[in-house]
């Protein structure tokens, strides 16, 4: 499966963002969605994931627990991070990944290209 993030851009404390994900290549709904982020000097993290099927369940970072939701429409084949209440140290790459495996995995095998988020305080 191919992925192709979007969505990134500046914006300032407390303000909000929505990332998008694309899926292309193969059927979406084999996949768990994730999201990950990596930080300047900092090693890439988890941050969400939702299982296979739409409005199926989901899991979260502690770091961004009730501020972030990801959803996602398997009819669009695409995934979706809605960052509310954004603080500076959410500044990272965000990256889109996927991969075909029940439940709420958190190592993901196809990875997009990333979309950067810049929160200024």
């Known amino acids: 499966v191919q992925l192709q993030a979007s969505g990134g851009g500046s914006v300032q404390a407390g303000g909000s963002l929505r990332l998008s994900c694309a899926g292309s290549g193969d059927t979406f709904s084999r996949y768990a969605m994730g999201w990950c982020r990596q930080a300047p000097g900092k090693e890439r993290e988890f941050v969400a994931v939702?299982?296979?099927?739409?409005?199926?369940?989901?899991d979260y970072a502690d770091s961004v627990k009730g501020r972030f939701t990801i959803s996602r429409d398997n009819a669009k084949n695409t995934v979706y991070l809605q960052m509310n209440s954004l603080k500076p140290e959410d500044t990272a790459v965000y990256y889109c990944?996927?991969?075909?495996?029940?439940?709420?995995?958190?190592?993901?095998?196809?990875w997009g290209q990333g979309t950067l988020v810049t929160v200024s305080s």
């Open positions: 939702v299982s296979k099927w739409s409005g199926g369940s989901t």
């Open positions: 990944a996927a991969v075909a495996r029940l439940g709420l995995p958190r190592d993901y095998d196809y």
